[in-house]
């Protein structure tokens, strides 16, 4: 159940972090701030949960580590169910919030960061654009996540790229969707936006979970027929640092 709930929390987080800065403070720090803040919660949260669920905190990236046979289904259901109550919570505290400044706040009328295209989009990209711009960018996420938790990566380095790549595709993708390649992250908003967000979250579930499906090809393609560890395991201190840190606990 841990694991599960650590699913929850850090995306609790993400959402929290990433659309609360769009939301509350997107007026003051731009895009360029909004994709930094997504970035930040990320890598932060690979280093605060990545040793207990692996931090997929995305369910298109447990998707990819699913068909890359570094999960089970069980646990894969479980966490895409803990990432959507984690991104609802995130999103109603982020309302509850933008709700105390003077005149409130309409969700359905301010978007609450909600993913869209055509005319809900931030830059009036079509549906087409957005499919392929989310498709692409998840493949991006999910690979980069794939790799970095490879047995054969650099240890400790995976939260760096993996909050690195997360940016990247902000400040790529901001203008065109607000960026979703996370269903979690899109449902969050939508269930308080309601209409329009709803009536085009398909493309924000659809889309990311293509584009993991893509990643896990080209890792599966890429990667050496060599033991496969999951999220979890790779994102955890070496057994001779945690012995480390155990004797200064002692000391301490």
């Known amino acids: 159940m841990k694991k599960y709930?650590?699913?929850m929390v850090g995306t609790f987080v993400l959402v929290f972090g990433g659309v609360g800065s769009a939301v509350l403070a997107g007026s003051h720090i731009g895009f360029v701030g909004v994709a930094f803040a997504f970035g930040l919660s990320l890598l932060a949260m690979?280093?605060?949960?990545?040793?207990?669920?692996?931090?997929?905190?995305?369910?298109?990236?447990t998707f990819g580590v699913l068909?890359?046979?570094?999960?089970?289904?069980?646990?894969?259901?479980?966490?895409?169910?803990?990432?959507i109550v984690g991104a609802v919570i995130g999103?109603?505290?982020i309302l509850a919030i933008?709700?105390?400044?003077?005149?409130g706040y309409d969700a359905s009328v301010g978007g609450l960061g909600a993913n869209g295209f055509g005319i809900h989009s931030p830059g009036m990209y079509d549906m087409h654009a957005a499919f392929l711009a989310e498709?692409?960018?998840?493949?991006?996420?999910?690979?980069?996540?794939l790799g970095a938790t490879d047995i054969k990566a650099p240890v400790g380095f995976a939260g760096l790229a993996i909050g690195l790549v997360l940016t990247l595709i902000h400040l790529v993708s901001i203008p065109i969707t607000n960026t979703s390649v996370n269903p979690a992250r899109s449902i969050g908003p939508a269930v308080f936006v309601g209409g329009w967000a709803i009536q085009q979250l398909w493309?924000?579930?659809?889309?990311?979970?293509?584009?993991?499906?893509?990643?896990?090809?080209?890792y599966a393609v890429l990667r050496s027929p060599d033991e496969l560890i999951?999220?979890?395991?790779?994102?955890?201190?070496?057994?001779?640092?945690q012995a480390e840190r155990g004797r200064g606990n002692v000391k301490n």
């Not at 890359?68 to 803990?82: P, Q």
């Open 67 to 83: 068909l890359s046979r570094k999960i089970g289904m069980k646990d894969a259901v479980m966490y895409v169910i803990a990432q």
């Open 5 to 7: 709930f650590a699913e």
């Open 230 to 241: 999951s999220t979890r395991k790779a994102e955890r201190a070496l057994g001779s640092q």
């Open 98 to 103: 933008a709700r105390g400044i003077p005149g």
């Open 46 to 61: 690979v280093y605060t949960i990545g040793p207990i669920s692996g931090c997929h905190i995305n369910p298109a990236v």
């Open 135 to 145: 498709v692409i960018l998840t493949m991006f996420l999910v690979i980069t996540v």
């Open 203 to 218: 493309l924000f579930i659809v889309a990311p979970l293509i584009g993991a499906a893509i990643a896990a090809g080209i």
């Open 91 to 93: 999103a109603g505290l």
